[in-house]
């Protein structure tokens, strides 16, 4: 080893007089945050969302807010990014009837408050809030078929919901042998939202289409079809009374000719804002017309991911 003075001064770093960090050998720092919000700004300002699918029209307006830090460091050469970043964005959308006009419109706002390097293989924390939405549910006139007499609307409120939130199950749901080759579901929901609420949800054609994005056509009448997820199930009114109880006819498409199970919805209120669900789904077919044994499963999935779920999801019912 050199003594101190003594080494090669080919392979000794010094400090230039004019300051000038060759190579990038000594450390630097380049504040990347302004680029950053040029960046989210190019990416989500005027995004379409939906274009649309179920009759839903939804667009990010701009970025409303970006804070945090970004940077480049340098250090022998070698690039080292970082990054932790609160974004916040706002977004509006309308719903439309089958001849384009607007029957509602929502505006809101998006809000991740955690975008960092050290979690860049997961997906962001999203928080969405609707403006105008009554504690747990919808506004009154939300959604509504033009040809309803429109409610009047409560006070504006926000309701904050996240892009994963966890259904909220009171009662394990239970499979019911009744009868030789067919079953009977039982399921136990519980929602933050006025039971008619979730009632008119529920037999609201365009809000069938707005949750599920498929289409839908559901008759408000006793003994009125139903047609749902695309034409797959099929059925008709039996029972309605209107915030307390569904009972439907329903068919699935892959079912053997001639088979009809039976849905009942009953809506309980124990408090305002607070609703339960208990469903029975009865005379359920453990195959179907060709021979596979996965009906009750598939049918139980279903009403838990595709319409509970997504329910809480959308609506902002989650608890």
């Not at 509602?104 to 706002?109: L, N, T």
């Not at 569904?246 to 607070?274: H, M, N, Y």
């Given at each position: 080893?050199a003594?101190?003075?003594?080494?090669?001064?080919?392979?000794?770093?010094?400090?230039r007089?004019?300051?000038?960090?060759?190579?990038?050998?000594?450390?630097a720092?380049?504040n990347?945050?302004?680029?950053?919000?040029?960046?989210?700004?190019n990416?989500?300002?005027?995004?379409?969302?939906?274009?649309?699918?179920?009759?839903?029209?939804?667009?990010?307006?701009?970025v409303?807010?970006?804070?945090?830090?970004?940077?480049?460091?340098?250090r022998?050469?070698?690039?080292?990014?970082?990054?932790?970043?609160?974004?916040?964005l706002?977004?509006e959308?309308?719903?439309?009837?089958?001849e384009?006009?607007?029957?509602?419109?929502?505006?809101?706002?998006?809000d991740?408050?955690?975008?960092?390097?050290?979690?860049?293989?997961e997906?962001?924390?999203?928080r969405?809030?609707?403006e105008?939405?009554?504690?747990?549910?919808?506004?009154?006139?939300?959604?509504?078929?033009?040809?309803?007499?429109?409610?009047?609307?409560?006070?504006?409120?926000?309701?904050?919901k996240?892009?994963?939130?966890?259904?909220?199950?009171?009662?394990?749901?239970?499979?019911?042998?009744?009868?030789?080759?067919?079953?009977?579901?039982?399921m136990?929901?519980?929602?933050?939202?006025?039971?008619?609420?979730?009632?008119?949800?529920?037999?609201?054609?365009n809000?069938?289409?707005?949750?599920t994005?498929?289409?839908?056509k559901?008759s408000?009448?006793?003994?009125?079809?139903?047609?749902?997820f695309?034409?797959?199930?099929?059925?008709?009114?039996?029972?309605?009374?209107?915030?307390?109880?569904?009972?439907?006819?329903?068919?699935f498409?892959?079912?053997?000719d001639?088979?009809?199970?039976?849905?009942?919805?009953?809506?309980?209120?124990?408090?305002?804002?607070?609703?339960?669900?208990?469903?029975?789904?009865?005379?359920?077919?453990?195959?179907?017309?060709?021979?596979?044994?996965t009906?009750?499963?598939?049918t139980?999935?279903?009403?838990?991911?595709?319409?509970?779920?997504?329910?809480?999801a959308?609506f902002?019912?989650?608890?």
């Amino acid at each position: 080893m050199a003594k101190f003075g003594e080494g090669d001064k080919r392979w000794i770093v010094e400090d230039r007089p004019d300051g000038t960090n060759v190579h990038n050998w000594h450390w630097a720092e380049t504040n990347c945050l302004e680029w950053s919000r040029n960046f989210f700004n190019n990416q989500f300002s005027d995004a379409v969302i939906l274009s649309g699918e179920g009759n839903l029209f939804i667009k990010i307006k701009k970025v409303e807010k970006l804070e945090g830090e970004a940077y480049v460091n340098v250090r022998k050469g070698k690039i080292i990014p970082g990054y932790e970043l609160s974004v916040s964005l706002s977004w509006e959308g309308e719903a439309k009837d089958s001849e384009g006009k607007t029957i509602s419109k929502a505006e809101g706002s998006v809000d991740m408050p955690y975008i960092s390097d050290e979690n860049a293989d997961e997906d962001p924390e999203v928080r969405v809030f609707v403006e105008a939405m009554a504690r747990g549910g919808p506004c009154r006139d939300e959604l509504e078929n033009k040809k309803v007499a429109p409610k009047s609307a409560p006070a504006a409120a926000t309701v904050e919901k996240t892009s994963t939130l966890p259904a909220v199950v009171v009662k394990e749901k239970k499979k019911v042998k009744t009868k030789e080759g067919f079953k009977t579901i039982t399921m136990t929901e519980k929602f933050s939202c006025r039971a008619k609420d979730l009632y008119e949800i529920l037999m609201d054609e365009n809000r069938w289409k707005g949750f599920t994005q498929s289409n839908a056509k559901i008759s408000k009448d006793v003994n009125g079809p139903i047609s749902v997820f695309d034409g797959s199930v099929t059925g008709m009114n039996v029972e309605l009374e209107e915030g307390k109880l569904i009972v439907q006819k329903w068919r699935f498409g892959s079912w053997p000719d001639g088979l009809d199970s039976t849905v009942k919805i009953a809506f309980e209120e124990p408090e305002p804002g607070v609703t339960i669900v208990n469903l029975t789904h009865t005379d359920v077919p453990e195959e179907d017309r060709y021979g596979n044994a996965t009906v009750v499963e598939n049918t139980e999935r279903g009403w838990r991911d595709l319409i509970f779920h997504r329910i809480r999801a959308v609506f902002g019912f989650g608890m």
